[in-house]
């Protein structure tokens, strides 16, 4: 069984790509939430904004200690989110995706509040299941990581500028379909994760570049690599 802390820390990561979910479901940017409070202070009081650069490192799991205000904030904009007056936004793509946007509910209906978002980050609540990490992601996430790992190592050791060498990792990748290739540039550039259906292709593109010019980088065979 694991540590409290262990536990602790899989509920706050846990807690990040749910919370990356909602956010991308909406159609929202980190910032779509502090724009909207700034639009409509009225509705949400500044001092209960969710800031941009918060909520990044919620996504991202590095509020270790988050205050209880954080939860709060959170609690306000999902009450928000499910009433159906959402203030009046001049701005044309906020008003969208405000108005698009929905709240994180439990089962019988009720909006989350504070006390819900608290629970989920120390992993004692789970978010509605279309919006829940599968394992999948969690693993793709981990390799993602692993791979631009990999890459800036490369890079480093060959001498070549960052955007020459992804040149070179997505010919050897071959024709890929356009999408492909972006997700791959983002990996590498951005550490966005890959799609659960792109990390083999990224892999073995990644590999052969590296097997060319640091190739004492790559793992040995049956050292911990995925198939």
Not at 132 to 146: L, M, N
Not at 152 to 167: F, I, N, Q, T, Y
Not at 208 to 222: R, T
């Amino acid at each position: 069984m694991q540590s409290l802390p262990h536990q602790l820390d899989a509920a706050r990561v846990q807690f990040g790509k749910f919370l990356r979910n909602w956010r991308k479901s909406n159609d929202w940017s980190v910032t779509t939430a502090q724009d909207w409070a700034k639009a409509c202070p009225a509705l949400i009081p500044w001092a209960m904004r969710v800031a941009g650069g918060q909520w990044g490192n919620l996504e991202n799991g590095k509020v270790m200690q988050p205050q209880p205000s954080t939860f709060i904030q959170l609690g306000v904009l999902n009450e928000c989110l499910a009433q159906q007056e959402r203030g009046t936004i001049r701005d044309k793509l906020l008003r969208e995706r405000v108005q698009q946007a929905r709240p994180v509910l439990h089962g019988d209906g009720r909006p989350w509040g504070a006390e819900d978002w608290f629970a989920c980050y120390i992993g004692k609540l789970e978010g509605p299941a279309d919006l829940w990490p599968r394992q999948e992601e969690i693993d793709a996430e981990a390799e993602t990581k692993r791979l631009r790992s990999l890459f800036d190592a490369a890079v480093e050791r060959s001498g070549l500028r960052p955007v020459s060498a992804a040149m070179q990792v997505l010919r050897l990748a071959g024709d890929l379909p356009m999408e492909q290739v972006v997700a791959i540039e983002n990996a590498l550039f951005a550490g966005e994760r890959l799609p659960t259906s792109t990390v083999a292709t990224a892999r073995m593109a990644l590999h052969s570049w590296v097997a060319e010019v640091a190739g004492d980088l790559l793992p040995a065979a049956g050292d911990g690599e995925q198939s």
